[in-house]
């Protein structure tokens, strides 16, 4: 019994080293797998800086071994990286010409597209429309992103002054429950700036209740940010005093501890 | 087939196989006394003791060393009555004369994560030899920790002090503070009583007899007043002048704490400073190899296949920053 015991771990032991080496992929390769795992976990622990740095590794990694897709999802990031920084001008610089370059695969360069379209509308640069157009082009059919490129263009039509245009935009997006709720909780946002400026500022009240809500659940601090200073402004149209205290009581404490730039003019 | 014994390659086999024995045997005999004699095994050794505190990285075959080179080891450690712990080195002989009586053995560690050592050093020329089983003052190595602890304890009761003085200068009810504004209200005061002079001057030329008395009386007054004001100043200026004084006194005992913080400060950085580059050259190399360690690691089965390359998930753009 032993013998036959020691005879099987023996083959099997003799298998193991008879099994091919592990090869290890090339330095390079390893560079720019070791920066996306970073870039990832940055991203994940919210060091914005610390991400930026590692995805412009991966870039230049992705460069010098010649993956255009690679190159394109860093780029992706970068922007969206740097757009929550409010650096627009390098945002703008980053996702410039994403869209047109033909090596890249149909749904990065439509992505690079809705981008360049949100970063228009921060910056307030022309051919936001024209970038957001090639976007939906692409996300005719149902695609994961088709909320957020209806909300990119209710936030146009809003800065245009197009109300109720952006309220039916808004409007599908709040009834399909598969909506992401960053979305969901966007277009109420939005919902709630629509109504003040139809002045339905108890609707608009509402909304941007719920928007909070659902925010303080992301916990995305910049959102919740820009949902107190409406919901101030909501409240000194309501004249409900407490309220307008309140909300911008929360807005002087998210402001003091973010970065003072997020806040300027709150 | 079985080979006969008068094959003749099983001639003189005995003396053969004891021959490749004795060979051997040499060789190993050799290889020992080579060893040995790098290690110092036949050198002529002189055993001296000294007594720690704490045996904390202390155990016998440690190296002992002078100018950075070796010359003995650690024989024997053992705690005492006391709780102290008895520490026997044994010193190459030939080596001695430069170990003095008053010599100090202070036990140190290669870079951060090595083996400690004891280095024999801070001898004079004037004492003489250490002599066989003579006893040689032990320092403990200070680690960073401990140079941290010894640095706040030395500091922080000279920025307490620093800080009272400074508070003390600063009180508005203060003695300073006070001495400057009754400068200040002297100082004031005189300027108008200047003013009034100046004033009373340029008008007396265009003045009548009657109103010249008038004015001279009121000249008077005036002079009086400033007679009595100056007694007055007279009478507080010595209080002032101490006051001011015990203030210049503490301010100088400020600096002088200052002076002393700086000082104690100055030692600390000479005392850490020629050890920082090593530091950073070992953390550099510890890094380095942890790096290669867990890479290693990594490769091993079952963490390889837990640690697989991460994949590049979708990117999905969001409306909102």
Known sequence: MMRSLLMVLSLAALSACASPPATSPPPLVQQQQRSLSAALAAEQAGRWQTAIEEWQYYQQASQLLDDWSAQARARLSLTTLLLRGQEYASAYQQIQGVRGDTLITEELRAQAALLEARVALAAGLPDGETAWLQATQFCQQRCAWRAAAANVRARQLLQSGDHAGALALIAPVLADAESPAAERSHALRMRAEVLLRQTDVAGAAIAIAEAIRMDRQLGEPLWLIDDYRLQAEIAGAQGDAVLERESRRRLDSLCRAYPAKTCAGA | ?321
């Open chain 2, 1 to 321: 087939m079985l080979m006969r014994d008068r094959d003749p390659r099983f001639r003189l086999l005995g003396w053969r196989v004891g021959l490749t024995g004795v060979v051997l045997l040499g060789m190993l005999v050799l290889l020992a006394g080579f060893l040995g004699e790098r290690s110092g095994l036949f050198e002529d050794k002189t055993r001296v003791h000294l007594v720690a505190e704490n045996g904390t990285g202390l155990l016998p075959g440690l190296q002992v060393r002078l100018s950075g080179f070796r010359i003995g080891v650690i024989d024997d450690v053992q705690l005492n009555s006391e709780a102290k712990v008895d520490v026997t080195l044994l010193i190459e002989t030939r080596y001695m004369k430069w170990v003095r009586a008053d010599a100090l053995a202070i036990l140190q560690q290669d870079g951060l994560v090595g083996d400690h050592f004891i280095e024999i050093a801070g001898g004079t020329n004037k004492a003489p030899q250490l002599a066989e089983n003579g006893e040689l003052t032990f320092v403990p190595a200070m680690g960073l920790s401990d140079i941290a602890q010894d640095l706040r304890n030395r500091t922080l009761p000279l920025l307490d002090e620093f800080q009272q003085t400074m508070t003390y200068v600063n009180d508005p009810k203060g003695d300073v503070r006070k001495t400057m504004a009754n400068l200040q209200q002297m100082t004031s005061e005189l300027q108008q009583t200047r003013q009034q002079l100046d004033a009373l001057l340029a008008n007396l030329n265009r003045l009548s007899e009657g109103e010249v008395r008038q004015t001279l009386v009121g000249a008077r007054d005036l002079l009086q007043r400033a007679d009595r004001m100056a007694s007055g100043v007279e009478e507080r200026l010595p209080g002032i002048m101490t006051d001011a004084a015990s203030g210049v006194g503490s301010l100088r005992a400020a600096a002088d704490d200052a002076s002393a913080t700086m000082k104690v400060l100055r030692q600390t950085g000479e005392t850490v400073a020629p050890r920082v580059p090593g530091m950073l050259r070992n953390t550099d190399e510890l890094i380095r190899d942890a790096g290669i360690t867990v890479r290693g690691v990594q490769q091993i089965w079952p963490l390889s296949t837990i640690l697989a390359p991460t994949p590049l998930p979708a990117f999905v753009p969001e409306s909102r920053p």
